[in-house]
């Protein structure tokens, strides 16, 4: 309700689902690659999957106030990376062959 209302917002319970399911298999991943002496931040993978199943769908002031939301909800939880570093780092290398500038935001 705090964001603006867009016609290709889902909230509804397939998108539910597919963030639940992310969320099962990224705790099913972390916990095959972790160590004895580490343990798995459940609520950071929690953020992690809502925000890389939701962002990309929210207009750029929407994703900003959905950031916001989700650090009210899980105050203790800080924003991993999306997990993709060498993906990022290929799109800067592209951003600067072709002229153009990178924004983090994007």
């Known amino acids: 309700k ?4 867009q016609q ?10 597919t963030v639940v ?3 099962g ?14 343990d798995v931040n459940e609520m950071s993978l929690v953020v992690q999957v809502l ?7 929210l207009t750029f002031s929407d994703s900003t106030q959905f950031d916001l939301l989700i650090q009210d909800i899980f ?8 997990g993709y570093e060498a993906f ?3 799109i800067r290398d592209s951003y600067k062959e072709l002229g153009l500038v990178y924004s983090a935001r994007q």
């Open 88 to 90: 990022v780092k290929n």
């Open 21 to 23: 399911a992310g969320c």
């Open 25 to 38: 298999s990224a705790l099913k991943s972390a916990k095959n690659e972790k160590t004895e002496s580490t």
């Open 75 to 82: 105050p203790d939880v800080t924003f991993l990376s999306s």
């Open 2 to 5: 705090l964001l603006s209302p």
């Open 8 to 17: 290709h917002y889902d909230w509804g319970l397939r998108a539910l689902k």
């Open 51 to 57: 925000r890389l199943n939701t962002l990309s769908k």
